[in-house]
């Protein structure tokens, strides 16, 4: 058998425990892994759940926090249900990034069978309180649910009908003290009820993974940074003075119909200001 389809059994107190486990209701007697056990102690994981049914919309916003979070370092904690969860993981994978998916079954006998079983127990984990051979059963998954929540630092719903298994998480997350965040759908959209619901009841609201990031860890918001733009004949003429559109023609020696017209376009982008008397100036905030 190769050494990642091997189940690995730890224990409270032994090196691989999360500590997160250690202070939430009903904590697992041991875990059983398949691939990388480091990945539980990682410092920083959030969770991202959802449901089986996503819109194109809600897949889309898995795999695009999935990645970004652990492109950010950030370890993408999900329960690998179709839907929602798989594309969290799949969006971590694929980017290279960490990702654990808490099962409700054996780690041997994972559910739902598919590719993105081998990529996670080859580049991610497998993390199951059920020993080996344990087939999955309905009420394994509600269960599981306080360990996807109790790994995590917080867990972000993201699409959820009104009766879902990611509010069963999102109250898991709320007992163990963790922050539950949750993502904005539709109005008109039964998947977007659930989310709506937590957003009323005091989950937070997020947007982008950068915003979630920063609301989870504490750390400012970083704007990508903009390309300086070349600074204009006109406007680098008049840095430090005012002058006519005749003034400035004749300093640049151009033709003063094309000068106007690029003050005029400069003062609508708000870079320079028109004052009496036909003189035109920088604007304060400068180019």
């Given at each position: 058998m190769?050494?990642r389809?091997?189940?690995?059994m730890?224990?409270?107190?032994?090196?691989?425990?999360p500590?997160?486990?250690?202070?939430?209701?009903?904590p697992p007697g041991?875990l059983?892994l398949?691939?990388r056990?480091?990945?539980l102690?990682?410092?920083?994981?959030i969770a991202l759940?959802g449901?089986?049914?996503?819109t194109?919309y809600g897949?889309a916003?898995?795999?695009?926090?999935g990645?970004?979070l652990?492109?950010a370092?950030?370890?993408?904690v999900s329960?690998?249900?179709?839907?929602?969860?798989?594309?969290?993981?799949?969006?971590?994978?694929?980017?290279?990034?960490?990702?654990v998916?808490?099962l409700?079954?054996?780690?041997?006998?994972?559910w739902?069978r598919?590719p993105?079983?081998?990529?996670?127990?080859e580049?991610g984990?497998l993390?199951s309180?059920?020993?080996?051979?344990?087939?999955?059963?309905p009420?394994?998954?509600?269960?599981?649910?306080?360990?996807?929540s109790g790994?995590a630092?917080?867990v972000?719903?993201?699409?959820?009908a009104a009766?879902?298994?990611?509010?069963?998480?999102?109250?898991?997350?709320?007992d163990?003290?963790r922050?539950?965040?949750?993502?904005p759908g539709r109005?008109?959209h039964?998947?977007?009820?659930?989310t709506?619901?937590?957003?009323r009841e005091?989950?937070?609201l997020v947007e982008s993974?950068e915003?979630?990031?920063?609301?989870?860890?504490?750390?400012p918001r970083r704007?990508?940074a903009?390309?300086r733009?070349?600074e204009s004949?006109c406007?680098?003429a008049?840095?430090?003075?005012?002058m006519?559109a005749?003034?400035l023609a004749?300093?640049l020696?151009?033709?003063?119909?094309?000068?106007?017209?690029?003050?005029?376009?400069l003062?609508?982008?708000?870079?320079?200001?028109?004052?009496?008397?036909?003189?035109?100036?920088?604007a304060?905030?400068?180019?």
């Amino acid at each position: 058998m190769a050494e990642r389809e091997r189940a690995l059994m730890i224990e409270p107190g032994g090196p691989s425990w999360p500590a997160s486990l250690e202070h939430i209701d009903g904590p697992p007697g041991a875990l059983w892994l398949r691939g990388r056990a480091e990945l539980l102690t990682r410092e920083r994981r959030i969770a991202l759940v959802g449901t089986r049914s996503p819109t194109p919309y809600g897949e889309a916003q898995a795999l695009r926090f999935g990645a970004a979070l652990a492109e950010a370092g950030v370890t993408v904690v999900s329960g690998m249900a179709r839907g929602v969860d798989q594309a969290a993981h799949r969006g971590a994978l694929k980017v290279e990034g960490d990702t654990v998916a808490v099962l409700g079954s054996g780690v041997d006998r994972p559910w739902p069978r598919g590719p993105l079983v081998g990529e996670l127990a080859e580049r991610g984990l497998l993390v199951s309180e059920f020993p080996p051979g344990q087939s999955p059963r309905p009420h394994h998954f509600p269960l599981r649910n306080r360990i996807i929540s109790g790994l995590a630092d917080a867990v972000l719903v993201i699409e959820a009908a009104a009766a879902s298994g990611s509010l069963i998480t999102a109250q898991w997350a709320l007992d163990q003290g963790r922050g539950v965040l949750a993502l904005p759908g539709r109005v008109d959209h039964p998947m977007s009820r659930g989310t709506h619901r937590l957003l009323r009841e005091g989950a937070q609201l997020v947007e982008s993974p950068e915003e979630l990031i920063s609301e989870v860890y504490g750390e400012p918001r970083r704007a990508p940074a903009k390309p300086r733009k070349p600074e204009s004949p006109c406007a680098a003429a008049l840095r430090g003075e005012t002058m006519t559109a005749d003034e400035l023609a004749a300093r640049l020696g151009r033709e003063v119909e094309q000068v106007l017209v690029e003050l005029v376009g400069l003062e609508l982008a708000g870079d320079l200001v028109r004052c009496p008397g036909g003189l035109w100036r920088r604007a304060e905030r400068g180019l």
